[in-house]
């Protein structure tokens, strides 16, 4: 029901996605405006309830289902991700980490009006974590440094470490004692979050051997 003494432009519809839908009254005409009221129920159009939701999600190698499936009692929910491209039954899948968008709407029946969704809804697949470890090393004092080497740890079963790419030194010296071995690199390679752990370069002390001969 509408106030007959104004037009309809006097009004604001909306839709809190819990109550269905509503009129709000219009502050921006010069008079005082009427009071919000309610005006229509459900009837009419394919409402959603409960709303399609954002899913908490990391990278597991997998497709994933970006959100949790809409109800429509009236209707059939369909849904897209992107801006692009048709309107489908199914939940929208993605495998890799990303921010990506989810559009949704139901498709009415028995004579119920459609409903599409003003805004989308934004879902991330977060980085999967991952170590990298440097391994520690030894070495007898003169000697050639050996070759220094990491370990990478939390890759998704079946995936290279090769997909993580990485430096590795150790701090300058040559004297007896530890060294510290640094790993480093980008935190975010593609579907991984990296963190680095150092590992220790010791330096041991080098055993001289002394033979005494005879004196003439």
Same mark, same amino acid.
């Given at each position: 029901?509408?106030?007959?003494?104004?037009?309809?432009?006097?009004?604001?519809?909306?839709?809190?996605?819990?109550?269905?839908?509503?009129?709000?009254?219009?502050?921006?005409?010069?008079?005082?405006?009427?009071?919000?009221?309610?005006?229509?129920?459900?009837?009419?159009?394919?409402?959603?309830?409960?709303?399609?939701?954002?899913?908490?999600?990391?990278?597991?190698?997998?497709?994933?289902?970006?959100?949790?499936?809409?109800?429509?009692?009236?209707?059939?929910?369909?849904?897209?991700?992107?801006?692009?491209?048709?309107?489908?039954?199914?939940?929208?899948?993605?495998?890799?980490?990303?921010?990506?968008?989810?559009?949704?709407? /139901?498709?009415? @029946?028995?004579?119920?009006?459609?409903?599409?969704?003003? &805004?989308?809804?934004?879902? %991330? #697949?977060? =980085? !999967?974590?991952?170590?990298?470890?440097?391994?520690?090393?030894?070495?007898?004092?003169?000697?050639?440094?050996?070759?220094?080497?990491?370990?990478?740890?939390?890759?998704?079963?079946?995936?290279?470490? /090769?997909?993580? @790419?990485?430096?590795?030194?150790?701090?300058?010296?040559? &004297?007896?004692?530890?060294? %510290? #071995?640094? =790993? !480093?690199?980008?935190?975010?390679?593609?579907?991984?979050?990296?963190?680095?752990?150092?590992?220790?370069?010791?330096?041991?002390?080098?055993?001289?051997?002394?033979?005494?001969?005879?004196?003439?």
């Amino acid at each position: 029901v509408i106030d007959n003494n104004y037009p309809t432009s006097y009004y604001t519809l909306g839709y809190d996605g819990t109550n269905g839908l509503k009129l709000y009254s219009n502050t921006s005409y010069p008079f005082e405006a009427p009071e919000i009221q309610t005006v229509l129920t459900s009837t009419g159009i394919a409402l959603i309830s409960p709303l399609p939701a954002a899913k908490d999600l990391t990278y597991n190698g997998e497709l994933q289902e970006l959100v949790t499936a809409g109800e429509c009692e009236h209707g059939t929910i369909k849904y897209r991700e992107g801006t692009e491209g048709e309107y489908v039954e199914t939940i929208p899948t993605k495998k890799d980490a990303g921010t990506y968008s989810v559009y949704y709407m /139901s498709e009415g @029946n028995d004579g119920y009006d459609n409903y599409v969704a003003a &805004e989308p809804i934004i879902v %991330t #697949i977060g =980085p !999967a974590p991952v170590t990298v470890t440097a391994e520690n090393k030894s070495k007898v004092y003169g000697e050639t440094d050996p070759e220094l080497t990491a370990t990478v740890t939390g890759l998704i079963s079946g995936e290279s470490e /090769s997909l993580i @790419n990485y430096t590795i030194s150790r701090a300058a010296g040559e &004297e007896v004692g530890n060294y %510290t #071995i640094t =790993p !480093a690199g980008e935190a975010l390679q593609d579907n991984y979050n990296v963190s680095f752990e150092t590992g220790e370069l010791t330096i041991s002390k080098k055993t001289v051997g002394i033979t005494w001969g005879e004196t003439s």
